[in-house]
């Protein structure tokens, strides 16, 4: 099916020529950040397309005629999960029945964490003792994600969203993120043999560079380990998991529905009796909730975001996001220091 691709720079990548005989996949993705891995892998060879418009939730969408017709036209859709997207079942299954598909969340060997239900946070022992000692905890509270796992959990919950259960907001560990690229250049070179070494050549690319990019910020977050904050919803916790840094509430589950009078009375009271230096709105929601519950408080206003809303779409979306959310982080512990 011949198309039009659109092409432009990658600053990460290394430029390989388009086969004039190969017929490149249409690639469909849920949000910007699989986006960017998407096409850090494509490099050169074509782009992808979003399907969910950037600064919009995740949670509930309503799919609009053009993102319709990219995956009613997708060769291959990636998404992160059900989880993520309940909506997103039905519109993957009639439009884009005869596509094939990878759903990030199923990606053997990745890192998976359970939701946090309460409105507070608290650190166990072994979080507790590795942060006494100075002690990277990222690998040591993660599971390995196996796909019959994962599988167990659908079936179990009929793989609706619920704030119980797996939390799928994984892409914030760029752990998961080398992962899921090698799992999409696999993908790419099933469907497209004759660009095979392009896809799993920028891969490899790729994955050096968020190897280097992991020490760098985990760098710059070391005097953060005793920082903590409460975000909007419960979206960071891989990104908390990789980086030594805590969050000490949520406003909102993980699904970022409306909170109820009592998790808001526990937060305002974790603020104030805790001295809670920075509270986090989303922009994907309104922020005058925050202002009001939090406004009176001495908390520092800011805003955080797990899809880089802002950032420009393209493969170096990806690392600009994690250094966005370090960057607030940092920004949080100057506060807390003022």
């Known amino acids: 099916m011949p198309h039009r691709l659109t092409y432009f720079a990658l600053p990460l990548l290394t430029a390989f020529p388009l086969a004039a005989s190969a017929e490149v996949p249409r690639v469909a993705v849920d949000i910007p950040p699989v986006y960017s891995l998407v096409a850090t892998v494509m490099g050169d060879v074509g782009t992808p397309e979003l399907f969910i418009q950037p600064g919009a939730s995740p949670h509930g969408y309503s799919l609009r005629p053009s993102e319709a017709s990219a995956l009613d036209s997708a060769d291959l859709v990636i998404w992160v999960s059900d989880s993520l997207t309940p909506w997103l079942e039905g519109p993957v299954e009639h439009l884009a029945g005869d596509a094939h598909h990878l759903e990030l969340m199923d990606v053997p060997g990745i890192t998976t964490l359970a939701y946090r239900e309460e409105a507070t946070f608290t650190l166990d022992e072994g979080q507790a003792h590795e942060r006494e000692h100075g002690h990277d905890h990222a690998h040591a509270h993660a599971k390995s994600h196996d796909h019959q796992d994962h599988q167990d959990h659908q079936d179990h919950h009929g793989h609706h969203h619920s704030h119980t259960g797996t939390n799928p907001h ?48 985990q760098e710059r977050l070391a005097h953060s380990a005793d920082t903590r904050f409460i975000v909007f919803h419960d979206a960071y916790q891989y990104f908390e998991e990789a980086f030594n840094v805590q969050a000490a509430g949520a406003i909102s589950i993980g699904d970022a529905s409306a909170p109820s009078p009592a998790r808001i009375e526990a937060l305002q009271t974790l603020v104030n009796e805790e001295n809670i230096q920075c509270v986090f709105s989303e922009p994907q929601f309104n922020p005058q909730m925050v202002n009001n519950v939090f406004g009176d408080t001495s908390a520092y206003l800011g805003v955080m975001d797990p899809l880089g809303v802002g950032l420009t779409l393209d493969a170096g979306l990806y690392a600009a996001l994690l250094e966005q959310l370090a960057g607030e982080i940092t920004r949080c512990t100057r506060a807390e220091s003022a």
């Open 170 to 217: 994984a892409w914030l560990s760029p752990s998961n993120a080398r992962q899921w690229l090698t799992a999409i250049a696999d993908q790419l070179s099933d469907l497209d043999p004759d660009n095979a070494a392009a896809y799993r050549d920028n891969a490899a690319q790729g994955q050096d560079a968020l190897i280097a990019l992991e020490q760098q910020l």
